[in-house]
């Protein structure tokens, strides 16, 4: 069964305080890894998408990252409105299921 | 570009109304399109997944004939939740993907659904 658990559950930070969030996941093949950021009140907002393992994308102040076995999102100099709940999912090659798995999600807050 | 657009944003309404929420993909075609239900403070909780032209299929403990899943076209999923009852309040996100399961989910901005 495919696994995906994110830690830390909540993270505050200072702003200007860089800091990593992990998603650990197990899966049999993997197909993309996906992070996501959800506001409260809306639906998540797409960020990045990781194929395989050693492979890097940034956005502003966000990067992620990939090995084998786990995925960290670096958030660089945090503003407060980078405050969210990022969320992990895996999407697997293998027993045919093409539903992505979602772990619990971390809750990012950013004071100033 | 990948905009899904879901309407409503916010329903209140009596127990036993019938209520119908739409998704739409707005600039691509969407395979696959997933609907969650969302607890305060709690993850998404995959309800069902739909497929165009084909049935829903819905996840373990989802009644199929109390949350109806149309996709009638590669740009069009409704849930119509028949018959809501105050357990059935929640925060309802649709999600749409292209035709290949490596691309990611687009979601929808949700839909805050009351039942008093």
């Known amino acids: 069964e495919d696994q995906v658990t994110q830690s830390p559950e909540a993270l505050r930070l200072q702003e200007g305080e860089s800091s990593s969030l992990n998603c650990s996941y197990t899966v049999s093949g993997l197909r993309g890894l996906f992070w996501y950021r959800q506001d409260p009140g809306k639906g998540p907002e797409f960020l990045f998408t990781?194929?395989?393992a050693g492979e890097e994308k940034e956005k502003e102040r966000l990067k992620a990252t990939l090995t084998k076995k786990e995925s960290f999102l670096h958030i660089t100099a945090p503003k407060p409105e980078d405050s969210a709940t990022y969320l992990c999912a895996v999407q697997a090659s293998s027993g045919g299921s093409y539903i992505p798995t979602f772990g619990r999600g971390t809750s990012l807050i950013v004071h100033p | 570009g990948a905009v899904v657009s879901q309407h409503p944003s916010r329903v209140i309404c009596k127990s036993g109304t019938s209520v119908k929420i739409e998704c739409r993909s707005l600039d691509f075609q969407a395979t696959t399109m997933f609907w969650y239900r969302q607890f305060p403070k709690q993850s998404l909780m995959l309800m069902a997944t739909?497929?165009?032209?084909?049935?829903?299929?819905?996840e373990q403990g989802v009644e199929k004939d109390k949350f109806l899943i149309n996709h009638a076209s590669l740009t069009l999923s409704t849930l119509t939740v028949t018959s809501a009852h105050p357990e059935d309040s929640s925060f309802y996100i649709c999600s749409a993907r292209r035709h290949r399961e490596s691309q990611p989910q687009h979601f929808g901005d949700g839909t805050r659904l009351s039942i008093l």
């Open positions: 739909s497929n165009e032209g084909s049935k829903a299929t819905y």
């Open positions: 990781l194929y395989s």
